[in-house]
């Protein structure tokens, strides 16, 4: 999970108190405090009232008014003013959005006929709408998506409009002379004068006329001493000729805080909403992001949660506890329910499995997967279509498959039908179909379903593919460095296959000797012309010394520019054998075939293992499940539980890691011979130009037979088809067009490989080419391949896309102009897993208790809901709630130092006055 950066607006508020008063506590000790000072001054009024009695009333006033005056000060200084640089620091109000990302995703948004999915509501609710704009303006927005993962994913968080660091004082806007101060110290001035007047009418004899210029000079000098030294107090940045305007420097420079310097975290936005909230992930874990969002997020400015969702969670921890966190935090949880909340009549094909390849001749089997909804079971009718594939070959928009409003058209004629009857609570009912195909070419098959009349959606009752039926054999070489079981029984398997033409070299074999095989080779093919002719190699622990440099040079033409397909299963005879050759130049042609990094050690410090003693089973990757030649059994979920069943293999070679672009499908499981937190990788696969090798660490699938015969079979047989997809699929001379997968789940990124010639026949140079994607609702998109560096041929390129839909997907890429063009395809079965299927109702019950318990609201999005509402009604509930801290900072020194300096000279030139008055009046 993201951390989440809260900016904090940090105000820096300048406050004077005295601190002397917030140490009186009690009534009584404020009032003992004031009448003793009232006590002071009346015996100073009265006292003082009765010692000038016989003087002018100006003086009177002078020498009471200076003792009152020094009172006061002493007064003020005993209160102890202070001035504290107060910090008010503001966490600003914060909102999670947290978006369901869960493959139910990508169903129907609700009960309407209508293509757009959950997501795509989504989608549209945050793009176009002011939903999150509006929620910006006065809260802190994350939006987190949420899947299979423990914690949401932070996609996208918005700062509140304005929010900005905090502003600091510029040094120019502080310093200069005040006017206040320059007043001041002109009345200084003026006093100074008045009092040397009344000094030389004093000495003049003339003391009638002395009060009121001391009277003038008195008011005028404590006025002036106050003005100048209260700014001289309070800008304690500055001296006191700057102040004055007599200089322009500084006593010390101003220190910015640290906060002020800290560079606030930059937002994180989102640049394809459609991309960022792809219905990707097989699992929905509700609790848990909500949960998540309480470890990066302050419940106490945290103004509520707003959950867009379908309700369906089927992982991670329960609604309860997430419920229960959200009491304990006081926040508040704002559902918006995705999807349809009754359960309407309907029936769909939820997914339709048939092969991508058949010989003629030779049924095969056609599955399909139905789903159903509504008030009591359903008996329908499921029909299977057959005909000719009669797709647009432009490239463009055209495609007799879909009609004008993306619905898929049926083709050819009923070949078979059945009657079955589907469950209504949402299960999934299996449907199998046998076909034997026609003729040679292009066709496409279908399973449609004949739905009750009350059916609310008839785009789903009819589900596509496209095959291809191929007339020659498969032509594969087998070459073996020794008789092993591996061997033996591979070759046994294609020799029986009526499908398949196999030659065999066995490199220890006599003159004479007799093989299961069409023809027995003495060599590797000399020629282009012999070597061209094969689909397929398959090569276990060969000696690779008995192949030339000039050999290895035409396989490796034939793999980058023929799409050849080749398997190398690993031995413990003849690889450590070459491995260890580092002077021989083929070493590192053999080594590029390779998709794994394999070890330059010698067989003693190498980490392979031959001869063990103990049976591993394989550590499968994700990549494993969408690999078809690794489903052994009628669907990847049985073929797992085999895989999972299976006792495992006993040695491998050191292979390191995989090499870039490389795909790991296994390795090997003993936690002994992990190095570097990783395991030898046992099983990998690589494109090589327009071809695909397939890497096996040890020669022991054999041991698949202790489990079933039909296991292994599966295994090879679907292998060798698979590395030669590409030689049989092509469409042109001019290029071939490859998918990693030909069978994805939804939100799988697929990638595309094409390798290309011009009309010369010379690698294709252009900067990039644009094929065409189309999708199972009918839309059709740009796909843009750009060159692919670090191929071992020119004119590979390659693009990827991600499947956010179940059906099939078409990729068309069209070459040539309109007298010479060709068009290149390949298809992608999409589906969606069952987990995320049984159960696409909303579920309205445990939103609602998300809302109603937690303080929040729950906004359902039904058919006649607008997502101009929605906004609405989400900005109106979301009340901000930030949360302001005050600081106090430390007494200014500068500011005590200086007032206690001004405080000492009032009181001392009030004294000094005094006495001088009253000496020039003969007064005690």
Not at 58 to 78: E, K, N, P
Not at 322 to 331: K, N
Not at 873 to 886: D, F, H
Not at 900 to 919: G, H, P, S
Request: hydrophobic share 40%; aromatic share 8%.
């Amino acid at each position: 999970m993201n951390a989440v950066e809260t900016r904090v607006t940090d105000t820096r508020q300048i406050v004077y108190e005295f601190a002397r008063a917030s140490t009186l506590e009690g009534w009584w000790v404020w009032a003992l405090l004031i009448a003793a000072l009232s006590a002071v001054l009346w015996i100073c009024v009265r006292y003082y009232r009765r010692d000038v009695a016989e003087l002018s009333g100006a003086i009177r006033a002078v020498l009471v008014g200076l003792r009152i005056a020094t009172v006061v000060a002493l007064v003020f200084f005993f209160f102890d003013l202070q001035r504290r640089a107060q910090r008010m620091v503001t966490r600003p109000s914060e909102v999670a959005v947290l978006v369901d990302v869960s493959q139910s995703m990508s169903l129907p948004s609700g009960s309407a006929l209508s293509t757009q999915s959950r997501s795509e509501r989504v989608e549209q609710l945050l793009e176009q709408t002011d939903l999150l704009d509006e929620l910006s303006a006065e809260h802190r927005v994350s939006v987190y998506a949420f899947g299979e993962q423990a914690e949401p994913t932070l996609i996208e968080s918005i700062g509140i409009a304005g929010e900005g660091p905090p502003e600091t004082l510029d040094a120019d806007s502080i310093a200069g002379p005040s006017r206040f101060a320059i007043i001041g110290a002109l009345l200084i001035g003026i006093g100074g004068l008045a009092g040397l007047l009344s000094l030389m009418i004093g000495a003049a004899g003339r003391s009638s006329a002395v009060g009121p210029w001391v009277f003038a000079s008195a008011v005028c000098l404590v006025c002036g001493v106050v003005a100048m030294g209260s700014v001289y107090c309070v800008h304690t940045e500055q001296s006191l000729a700057a102040i004055l305007g007599v200089d322009d420097g500084t006593e010390s420079e101003p220190v910015d805080s640290p906060e002020s310097s800290d560079e606030q975290p930059a937002p994180v936005r989102v640049t394809d909403w459609n991309d960022a909230i792809a219905a990707a992930d097989p699992q929905s874990r509700i609790g848990d992001a909500v949960r998540g969002v309480f470890a990066d997020h302050d419940p106490s400015t945290l103004a509520g949660i707003v959950l867009l969702t379908d309700g369906q969670a089927n992982g991670g921890s329960d609604a309860g506890s997430a419920i229960a966190s959200a009491r304990r935090s006081e926040v508040a949880i704002y559902p918006v329910g995705l999807g349809s909340s009754d359960a309407p009549t309907n029936i769909r094909v939820v997914d339709l499995d048939a092969p991508r390849r058949v010989y003629p001749g030779d049924k095969f089997a056609i599955t399909a997967v139905l789903q159903a909804s509504g008030s009591k079971p359903l008996e329908v009718e499921v029909q299977l279509l057959d005909g000719l594939d009669n797709a647009s070959v432009d490239g463009g928009g055209d495609d007799e498959s879909r009609a004008a409003d993306g619905k898929i058209q049926a083709p050819g004629e009923i070949v078979d039908s059945q009657k079955v009857q589907v469950n209504n609570d949402g299960t999934l009912t299996g449907i199998r179909f046998e076909l034997e195909p026609e003729s040679v070419g292009r066709r496409r098959l279908a399973i449609r379903v004949i739905p009750p009349a009350e059916d609310r959606n008839d785009r789903d009752d009819i589900r596509d593919a496209r095959y291809e039926v191929v007339s020659r054999k498969l032509r594969v070489l087998a070459i073996a460095g020794g008789p092993t079981r591996e061997y033996r029984f591979v070759r046994n398997l294609l020799f029986r296959d009526k499908s398949v033409e196999l030659d065999a070299w066995l490199q220890t074999g006599q003159p004479g000797i007799s093989q299961d095989a069409d023809q027995l080779l003495s060599e590797f093919p000399k020629t282009a012309e012999e070597l061209f002719e094969y689909d397929a190699i398959a090569m276990f622990d060969p000696n690779w010394t008995a192949i030339t440099a000039e050999q290895l040079d035409l396989l490796d033409r034939w793999l980058s520019q023929q799409a050849g397909g080749m398997i190398l299963v690993a031995g413990p005879v003849y690889h450590p054998q070459w491995i260890r050759r580092q002077t021989d130049p083929r070493v590192a042609r053999i080594r590029g075939f390779f998709p794994v990094n394999l070890s330059t050690q010698s067989q003693l410090l190498s980490g392979g293992r031959q001869g063990g003693s103990n049976a591993w089973p394989l550590d499968f990757t994700p990549e494993a499940r969408r690999a078809e030649f690794l489903w052994i059994a009628e669907n990847p979920e049985t073929s797992f539980e085999v895989w999972n069943d299976f006792s495992g293999v006993y040695d491998y070679v050191d292979a390191k890691s995989a090499k870039p672009g490389a795909k790991v499908y296994s390795y090997f499981s003993d936690p002994t011979t992990e190095i570097g937190g990783s395991l030898p990788v046992y099983q990998a696969s690589q494109f090589y130009g327009a071809g695909r090798i397939f890497f096996q660490g040890s020669g022991e699938m054999w041991r698949l037979r202790g489990e079933s015969d039909a296991y292994f079979d599966s295994f090879y047989t679907k292998l060798i088809r698979w590395v030669s997809e590409g030689r049989l699929l092509r469409d042109s001379n001019r290029g071939i067009l490859l998918v990693d997968a030909s069978r994805a789940m939804v939100g799988d990124t697929i990638a595309v490989r094409a390798v290309l010639s011009d009309k010369q026949f010379e690698p294709l140079d252009v900067p990039e080419v644009r094929a065409k994607l189309l999708a199972p609702s009918g839309r059709i998109d740009d796909l843009r391949l750009t060159p692919l560096k670090g191929e071992p041929r020119a004119g590979t390129y390659g693009g990827r896309f991600v499947v956010r839909e179940a059906g099939s997907y078409e990729i068309r890429l069209t070459l040539g102009d309109a007298l010479d063009e060709q068009v290149l395809r390949q298809s992608v079965q999409v589906r969606l897993p069952t987990i995320e299927l049984e159960r696409p109702k909303r579920n309205d019950a445990e939103l609602e208790q998300f809302a109603s318990m937690t303080g929040g609201k729950y906004l359902p999005i039904n058919d006649d809901v607008t997502d101009a509402s929605i906004a609405t009604n989400l900005v109106s509930l979301l009340r901000p709630q930030p949360q302001t801290t005050i600081l106090p900072g430390t007494p200014d020194v500068d500011f005590t130092r200086r007032r206690n300096a001004v405080l000492m000279w009032l009181i001392a030139l009030m004294l000094t006055m005094e006495w001088v008055t009253r000496r020039l009046h003969r007064l005690a």
